[in-house]
Nanobody, 126 residues
Framework: QVQLVESGGGVVQAGGSLRLSCAAS????????MGWFRQAPGKEREFVAA????????AYADSVKGRFTISRDNAKNTVYLQMNSLVPEDTAVYHC???????????????????WGQGTQVTVSP
């Protein structure tokens, strides 16, 4: 069973930065693309960023492009989301997720992700 545990959330003022981490259990972490999604109160869950199993390919939502950076350290079974220039609209619970199939291209669809973490709250004050 794969377990994903997020950390690094918190309260920050607009314009500030946070770095989220997602630690994964299991020995096959390096074979799977990973993604970050977020869900704000009363809104649908939305894609934020994804990274391929090698780390060589990434994808971002238009709303975060240029401000957020996804990365991974396969030796540590960890994926990161560096968030800069935060705005109040970034306030949400952030979840990391592992794609369903190994060695595939990154996906922006939540249906392609099988395992999900519990999430970490990010709150950006004006």
């Amino acid at each position: 069973q794969v377990q994903l545990v997020e950390s690094g959330g918190g309260v920050v003022q607009a314009g500030g930065s946070l770095r989220l981490s997602c630690a994964a259990s299991g020995r096959t972490f390096s074979s799977y693309a990973m993604g970050w999604f977020r869900q704000a109160p009363g809104k649908e869950r939305e894609f934020v960023a994804a990274i391929s199993w090698t780390g060589g390919n990434t994808a971002y939502a238009d709303s975060v492009k240029g401000r957020f950076t996804i990365s991974r350290d396969n030796a540590k079974n960890t994926v990161y989301l560096q968030m800069n220039s935060l705005v109040p609209e970034d306030t949400a619970v952030y979840h990391c997720a592992r794609q369903r199939r190994a060695n595939t291209l990154v996906s922006v669809s939540s249906y392609e992700y099988e395992y999900w973490g519990q999430g970490t709250q990010v709150t950006v004050s004006p």
